[in-house]
């Protein structure tokens, strides 16, 4: 059975689909997304209004091999302190390279996301002062190593390294 609305009918039930809809929009979640480079890994950090979780690739930083280096990734957190985390969830994910460019990555990404939070939902005092206490410890937390490998040529073992010469 065909049903014919004539036009008032039309635009009542659109905006009373509309206003439904309106209802069931959440709230905008305060989050930052920033990156953290090393070589050839990439870390992507999502930081996001939470209660201090950090996870990395789904894990959290206390089970992140090689042992080793784990202190490396608690820099951020010892130089902030655990309160400066509180109120923030980071997740990380890494992807390229070795275990210890990535390492590397990731502490980055988690610096550079906390000081992103600061500047786009704090004040510009709270940011500065974070961003400086971090430039002060290590500047690789914040600013990236341009530094890439060289690719190989012809002619030798390497990018420079040259085959032997011999003349008999």
């Not at 789904?58 to 109120?87: M, S, W």
């Amino acid at each position: 059975a065909f049903v014919w609305f004539s036009a008032p009918c039309i635009v009542l039930l659109f905006f009373r689909i509309l206003s439904r809809m309106a209802d069931q929009v959440k709230p905008a979640v305060r989050s930052v997304q920033v990156f953290g480079r090393k070589k050839t890994s990439i870390a992507l950090a999502h930081c996001k209004q939470g209660k201090g979780l950090i996870k990395v690739n789904g894990k959290p930083l206390e089970v992140l091999e090689p042992e080793i280096l784990r202190l490396k990734l608690f820099e951020p957190i010892l130089v902030l302190g655990r309160d400066a985390f509180k109120e923030v969830d980071i997740r990380v994910r890494v992807t390229g390279g070795g275990s210890t460019s990535q390492i590397y990555a990731i502490r980055q990404a988690i610096s550079k996301a906390l000081v992103a939070y600061h500047q786009k939902y704090n004040d510009e005092f709270t940011k500065r002062e974070v961003k400086n206490k971090l430039l002060a410890f290590d500047r690789s937390l914040l600013v990236a190593d341009p530094r890439r490998s060289e690719p190989k040529k012809f002619g030798g073992p390497g990018a420079r390294a040259r085959y032997q010469k011999s003349y008999r």
